[in-house]
């Protein structure tokens, strides 16, 4: 985190957060609610892309998580809560001989911990920066690292068995050429809580109405 975050947070300790104004994508792109008037509510939700190289940047120094698995950007002394399409990382491949990645965010992996599969066939990962999902673009190259105890590539109809019929993953693995790890299957709906974070922080509920 940026030092002058850490001053500002110092120095205004009780700014009230913000909720539902910042959002990631499965492909690790921010989006922010437009401000632009709007003619009906549907349209006033609407999120814009945040495209400014230097805005990316900053957010992605300042992106942590609280106790709670909420995902936020510390703006200055403000802290913005992310709302998650899926998972609060996007993991991209790096390297290819053994297989590396970093977060969307530009951090390199240095201890790759778990590896999951849902049913649509995406590859997530835990690595000491938290879950996130592997970018699409890479899914490819992360699929062909799936192989047996003994290095052997898994065959097509096994990995279609895996993704189409949720079949047993036992002796399955994720090998990137230096660690090798059991690949486990997974339900999307399940990997918030099995991986813990929340998808959609939300503000504290108030008293009940009088």
Not at 110 to 115: E, F, H, R, T
Request: aromatic share 10%.
């Amino acid at each position: 985190m940026d030092d002058m975050v850490i001053r500002a947070m110092t120095k205004w300790p009780n700014v009230p957060v913000v909720y539902g104004w910042l959002a990631l994508d499965r492909r690790g792109q921010w989006s922010i609610k437009g401000t632009a008037p709007a003619a009906s509510t549907a349209a006033a939700a609407q999120f814009e892309p945040i495209t400014n190289p230097k805005l990316i940047e900053f957010i992605g120094r300042n992106y942590a998580h609280d106790a709670q698995g909420r995902w936020y950007f510390q703006n200055g002394p403000q802290r913005v809560y992310v709302t998650l399409d899926y998972t609060p990382l996007v993991y991209r491949i790096t390297g290819a001989h053994p297989l590396s990645f970093e977060t969307h965010t530009g951090a390199p992996c240095a201890s790759l911990k778990s590896a999951w599969m849902d049913e649509a066939g995406n590859l997530l990962f835990v690595t000491e920066h938290g879950p996130g999902v592997l970018l699409d673009r890479d899914l490819p190259r992360g699929l062909e690292a799936l192989s047996y105890a003994d290095g052997h590539a898994l065959e097509e109809e096994r990995l279609l068995a895996l993704i189409e019929e949720g079949d047993d993953a036992a002796g399955v693995y994720f090998n990137t050429g230096a660690a090798s790890l059991p690949l486990a299957l997974i339900r999307s709906e399940e990997v918030p809580r099995r991986l813990g974070y929340i998808r959609e922080p939300r503000p504290p509920a108030g008293p009940p109405d009088s």
